[in-house]
C-alpha cells in the first residue's frame, strides 16, 4: 500500500512537471531571437511571382518588415521603407515587405488592394501577402509595421535585428535614431549590431479567427 501511494505521488510530480514545461514552451512562442537561424518562406507578390530569401544569391541579407494598406503608422512608413530600399538593395540587403493582416478584418489589405498601393506608390521593393499568417507567427510579429533584419551566412539567414525602423513612427523630419540604417551599417562594415532590439509602435496585427 506504501508502495502505491509512493508511486501515486511521483506520477503527479512527473505530470506536473510536463505540464509546467509544455506551459513554459507555449508561453514563450515568442517568435524568432537575434542570432536564431530563421527559415526561408515562400510567399506571393504583388506581381503574381512566389518570392523566396534563399533565391536571391547575390544577396547578403534581408530588411523585413510587416506592413499593410489601412495602418496609419504603415502608411507614415511608406515613404521610408522606399528609402531604405534605394540605399540598400544594391548594398546586398533588399527590403521584403509582407502584410500578414486577415483582409476580412479591412478591406484595404485585400491582395487587389496591395497591387493597388504597390502600383501607386511605386515600391521598389517585393510587398507579398501572408496568406496563412505562418511567416508573421514565426517571426513573433505582433504589429505593423514591425521590422528585422536577417543576414545570409553561408546557406542559412540568421536573425540581427528586431524592432522599429526608426524613433518616431509619425514624422519622418522628427527621427533622431535610425535603427534600421544603423544597424545595416554595423553589418556592412564587418561589425556586430549594437542595437539589435528595440520596441514597435504601431497597429495590431489582425489574426484569423480572433
Known amino acids: 500500500m506504501k508502495n502505491f501511494k509512493v508511486n501515486i505521488i511521483k506520477s503527479v510530480v512527473v ?14 512562442n515568442k517568435g524568432y531571437a537575434i542570432g536564431d537561424t530563421v527559415s526561408d518562406f515562400r510567399l506571393k507578390s504583388v506581381e503574381g511571382k512566389m518570392v523566396s530569401m534563399s533565391e536571391n544569391r547575390a544577396s547578403k541579407g534581408y530588411i523585413i518588415i510587416f506592413t499593410c494598406n489601412h ?8 515613404g521610408r521603407i522606399i528609402a531604405l530600399d534605394k540605399k540598400y538593395a544594391n548594398q546586398g540587403y533588399p527590403v521584403l515587405a509582407i502584410n500578414p493582416n486577415d483582409p476580412s478584418a479591412y ?14 506608390k511605386g515600391y521598389s521593393f517585393n510587398y507579398m501577402q501572408d496568406e496563412n499568417q505562418d511567416v508573421a507567427r514565426a517571426f513573433g510579429a505582433t504589429r505593423t509595421p514591425s521590422a528585422y533584419i536577417v543576414k545570409r551566412e553561408g546557406d542559412r539567414f ?24 544603423d544597424a545595416l551599417n ?25
Open 15 to 28: 505530470f506536473s512537471v510536463i505540464s509546467l514545461c509544455s506551459f513554459i514552451r507555449i508561453s514563450d
Open 71 to 78: 495602418c496609419p503608422f504603415s502608411r507614415a512608413y511608406e
Open 107 to 120: 478591406e484595404e489589405d485585400s491582395f487587389e488592394n496591395m497591387k493597388a498601393v504597390a502600383k501607386s
Open 158 to 181: 540568421t536573425m540581427q535585428y528586431i524592432g522599429a525602423i526608426d524613433d518616431n513612427s509619425q514624422d519622418a523630419n522628427g527621427v533622431t535614431k535610425h535603427y534600421i540604417e
Open 186 to 210: 554595423n553589418l556592412l562594415s564587418g561589425k556586430p549590431v549594437v542595437t539589435n532590439f528595440t520596441k514597435t509602435v504601431g497597429c495590431a496585427i489582425k489574426w484569423k479567427g480572433v
